[in-house]
């Protein structure tokens, strides 16, 4: 019951964190340890970093999802260890261990390619890590190969209306601002609003609000552009 509140916490945290959901996914890890229950343990140690790295704690997160991972290993559950290692390379990266990070979404990409499970969470949960990685490439200045995983992932996920996509797309409008592709950053970002209001993703809203109005101005000096920027 308490791994299963705990996820619940974590999930919803994730596009709307708050300090307020940590001790009662604090609580989760504390019983799941005084009943010596390694699943529920793993998985409320996992929500617990999940939940971390969406706040930005990312020595925290990591803290944690070693923790989780150390836990899960001698369980045989390559889904739940594909997860902990997804969210750990996540917040590898959160902390700017670029090498690290990769390391650790190769390895959770290349075990959810061996065994897809289809559900809609997962595919989710798949492209954000796909996701994550092209967000590296291309802070490496590797830009066509994450351009590949941006696509990958926003097939992950088409025709889905979930907050990932979103973040897939505002992620997307960031790199090609970065590779100096203006005109393509602004569409993007456009369409990321678009999606962005239907899906109530408010961050990620005015987050490309910012990347069109850079990429807008940018491309023409804009006056108007400039000042959405403040």
């Given at each position: 019951?308490?791994?299963?509140?705990?996820?619940r916490?974590?999930?919803?945290?994730?596009w709307?964190p708050?300090?307020?959901?940590?001790?009662?996914?604090?609580?989760?890890?504390?019983?799941?340890a005084?009943?010596?229950?390694?699943v529920?343990?793993?998985?409320?140690?996992?929500?617990?970093?999940?939940?971390?790295?969406?706040?930005g704690?990312s020595?925290?997160a990591?803290?944690?999802?070693?923790?989780?991972?150390?836990?899960?290993?001698?369980l045989?559950?390559?889904?739940?260890?594909?997860q902990?290692r997804?969210?750990?390379?996540?917040a590898?990266w959160q902390a700017?261990?670029?090498g690290?990070?990769?390391?650790?979404?190769?390895?959770?990409?290349?075990?959810?390619?061996a065994?897809?499970?289809?559900?809609?969470?997962?595919?989710?949960?798949?492209?954000?890590s796909?996701?994550?990685?092209?967000w590296?490439?291309?802070?490496?200045?590797?830009?066509?190969?994450?351009?590949?995983?941006?696509?990958?992932?926003?097939?992950?996920?088409?025709g889905?209306?979930?907050p990932?996509?979103?973040?897939?797309?505002?992620?997307?409008?960031?790199?090609?601002?970065?590779?100096?592709?203006?005109?393509?950053?602004?569409?993007?970002?456009?369409?990321?609003?678009?999606?962005?209001t239907?899906?109530?993703?408010f961050y990620?809203?005015?987050?490309?609000?910012?990347?069109?109005?850079y990429?807008r101005?940018?491309?023409t000096g804009?006056?108007?552009?400039a000042?959405r920027?403040v």
């Amino acid at each position: 019951r308490w791994s299963s509140v705990a996820r619940r916490y974590a999930l919803a945290g994730i596009w709307d964190p708050s300090t307020a959901h940590l001790p009662i996914l604090g609580r989760a890890v504390d019983r799941a340890a005084a009943r010596g229950d390694a699943v529920s343990l793993a998985l409320a140690d996992f929500w617990v970093g999940y939940h971390h790295y969406g706040l930005g704690h990312s020595a925290r997160a990591i803290a944690h999802c070693e923790r989780a991972l150390l836990t899960a290993q001698p369980l045989g559950n390559v889904r739940l260890q594909a997860q902990i290692r997804a969210t750990l390379g996540q917040a590898r990266w959160q902390a700017c261990e670029h090498g690290p990070a990769l390391v650790l979404l190769d390895e959770a990409i290349g075990m959810v390619r061996a065994d897809p499970d289809g559900t809609r969470e997962s595919m989710a949960a798949f492209a954000y890590s796909l996701a994550c990685r092209g967000w590296i490439l291309a802070d490496l200045g590797r830009f066509d190969e994450a351009r590949e995983l941006f696509e990958e992932s926003l097939r992950e996920v088409a025709g889905v209306e979930h907050p990932v996509y979103t973040w897939i797309l505002s992620s997307y409008a960031v790199a090609a601002l970065w590779q100096g592709r203006m005109e393509e950053a602004a569409a993007i970002s456009a369409d990321t609003q678009r999606v962005s209001t239907r899906v109530r993703t408010f961050y990620m809203y005015a987050k490309t609000v910012a990347s069109e109005a850079y990429a807008r101005w940018a491309m023409t000096g804009d006056a108007d552009a400039a000042l959405r920027l403040v």
